[in-house]
């Protein structure tokens, strides 16, 4: 059937590389976490300025960058849940990526 792939892994690291396999994709590291985990949109640089009072205190003291949403609103910076999403990235791709992402 055209369209249809039958992944024979059971867990998500070993189906990520069955798919990528099979579909021969290709990826670009700098676009990793770059859309809304929501609603899957572009992430857009965020002043400053405009995440005041939409993410915790500490989060504004310590972040000097955020992102947002332009569908939704949702508010992004990087903290530790980016690094520890990167470990899981080069795991499971067998990659090496940076932290850094570009918009």
């Known amino acids: ?3 249809v792939i039958c992944l024979s ?3 998500t690291r070993e189906q990520l590389k ?3 396999s099979v579909l021969d994709l290709k990826y670009d590291p700098e676009l ?4 809304c985990s929501y609603c899957n949109r572009e992430l857009e640089e965020c002043q400053r300025e405009q995440a005041y009072g939409k993410v915790p205190d500490y989060v504004w003291n310590t972040a000097q960058e955020f992102f947002k949403c332009p569908a939704c609103g949702k508010i992004y910076w990087q903290g530790t849940h980016v690094s520890r999403m990167y470990e899981h990235i080069k795991d499971w791709l067998n ?3 940076t932290t850094k992402r570009r918009n």
Not at 32 to 35: K, S
């Open 1 to 3: 059937m055209d369209g």
């Open 95 to 97: 990659i090496n990526v």
């Open 18 to 20: 069955e798919l990528f």
């Open 32 to 35: 990793f976490l770059a859309r």
């Open 9 to 11: 892994a059971n867990n």
